[in-house]
């Protein structure tokens, strides 16, 4: 073989290993680490504008493994690694929409939402309790309307009342920043952990959805 097709077979093997590994890298950043997010609504106003391209931070409450098989997994547990901290009150959520054209608890996997939590675990808002992992309650006459899709989502049985039923995972209170223009957990209620894709850090770039012009004072600007 020549000596010159020898070194263009060394440049294309260099070049695809060097794709791959990039690819590789990238996924894995993807996955482990961040995802990028376009907000569509004014919910969030003025934190967050329509046109806004959002960082989000998986590693609050900790990367979910969101794979084709994911459901053969045995619950929440198993789809999410360690993060390095947990949720706290006021930080900016990404999350698949619970509610989405059903009254059924169930997560949808091509909807996300975009709210500030205001409830976590142990918190009541309202009268609402805020359940988390391992916390028993006695659904009775009046608490089983808050709980009664949160029981039926863990266990797939409709829920009763005199049962004591302790909780599989933590669940969220949440509301958009623009509480008149946007529909959350005053409307549909909590957000099981499971849900939650990560917290909101930063908004990367921004583009006026009307105009198609870049909001460059909103380039780089942290999510408080």
Known sequence: MKIWMKSVLKTIKI??????????IVAAIRVLLFAS???PTSSMAPTLMPGDFILVNKLVPGPRM??????????????RLKGYRSIKQRDVLVFNAPYYNSEELKMNMDLYYVKRCVGIPG???????????????????????????LV?????????????????QN?????????????????????PEEHIVGR???VWKSVNPEI???????FFKMID
């Open 66 to 79: 969101d794979w084709p098989f994911d459901r053969m997994l045995k619950g929440a547990d198993d789809r």
């Open 15 to 24: 070049i695809f290993l060097t794709a791959m590994i990039t690819m590789i």
């Open 171 to 191: 669940y969220y209170y949440v509301v958009g920043d623009n509480p008149g223009r946007s529909k959350d957990s005053r409307h549909w209620g909590l957000v």
């Open 212 to 218: 198609k012009k870049f909001r460059w004072n909103r």
């Open 200 to 202: 909101a850090v930063c």
């Open 123 to 149: 918190d009541s808002v309202g009268p609402i309790y805020i359940p988390g992992k391992g916390y028993e309650v006695l659904l009775d006459s009046i608490n089983i309307h808050h709980y009664k899709k």
């Open 152 to 168: 039926e989502y863990e266990t797939g049985r409709k829920a009763v009342e005199t049962e004591r039923y302790v909780f599989r």
């Open 37 to 39: 997010f376009v907000i």
